[in-house]
């Protein structure tokens, strides 16, 4: 091995390994205050890429779930009114049937027609006052509304039921005498068949939405999942592997002591 004043091949050697165990330290140092092994373009480009672009569709799905949520209040809204709808059309019914009794008096016949009118009119605004966010699926004003399904802004369609009086072809109906208040039973009874069958189209149509909205937060919490797999670190292993580095950058500093040293042996050649 050459000696010489001018270059020292240990300590080289020993800077080179001292300035890679620092390299090492100084990004296991990063991951670990990140949280991340990828934290930007520099540390892996591809996964780096990759990462950001499952992270974009991760969170366009919140625009998604509001809008399924703003489906299910609107949905929900109309139900409510449909329940309501139900309650007033057998209360109708149950007037429509005293008021074909011949044996009451006009006042009796009179009172119950009042109230059957009441009931009527109160099914219109019902219909009328069912309204979440401006819109309502009972009022026969919307024939459909669509909401986001995915990130690419695909659908979700549901078909509004409309519950007012013209939706039940009940407009203006009411009865005259006791045999006209038997024919509006029958009307009555289809009204609220009607009725139900549209209410229950629209609980289908709640249910899928429920459904779609629970599939989203699964995916959005998979692609979540997927991410950090991509980029998180592992701190248990970065914490062990800070031990070993601070250790190996303390030998290094040692080494290339030593070998700055190694110069100062060459005097001992010139002693007499």
Do not use: C, Y
Request: aromatic fraction near 4%.
């Amino acid at each position: 091995m050459l000696n010489s004043i001018n270059t020292n091949a240990g300590a080289l050697l020993a800077l080179q390994n001292l300035n890679a165990t620092n390299t090492e330290l100084a990004t296991t140092q990063s991951r670990i205050n990140t949280g991340k092994k990828i934290a930007n373009a520099k540390d892996n480009g591809a996964i780096w890429s990759m990462a950001k672009m499952q992270s974009a569709s991760s969170s366009s799905l919140n625009a998604v779930k509001d809008s399924l949520q703003r489906g299910q209040s609107t949905i929900d809204v109309a139900l409510a009114a449909g329940d309501t709808i139900t309650d007033l059309l057998t209360k109708m019914k149950e007037k429509a049937l005293a008021a074909s009794d011949t044996s009451l008096n006009t006042a009796s016949f009179n009172a119950l027609k009042t109230d059957f009118e009441s009931l009527r009119d109160q099914i219109q605004k019902a219909a009328d006052n069912a309204k979440f966010n401006g819109v309502s699926l009972a009022n026969g004003l919307t024939t459909k509304l669509s909401f986001l399904s995915n990130a690419d802004g695909d659908s979700f369609t549901v078909n509004a039921q409309t519950l007012s009086l013209a939706g039940l072809n009940l407009t203006a109906v009411t009865f005259t005498d006791a045999a006209d208040a038997k024919t509006k039973i029958a009307d009555l009874t289809n009204a609220l068949q009607t009725a139900t069958n549209k209410l229950s189209s629209l609980g289908t149509s709640s249910t899928g939405l429920d459904t779609h909205l629970t599939f989203v937060g699964k995916l959005q919490d998979s692609l979540d999942a997927g991410v950090g797999n991509l980029v998180d670190a592992d701190l248990a292993k970065e914490s062990a592997k800070l031990q070993s580095l601070q250790t190996k950058q303390q030998l290094g500093v040692q080494a290339l002591s030593i070998a700055n040293q190694t110069p100062q042996s060459i005097l001992s050649l010139f002693k007499g």
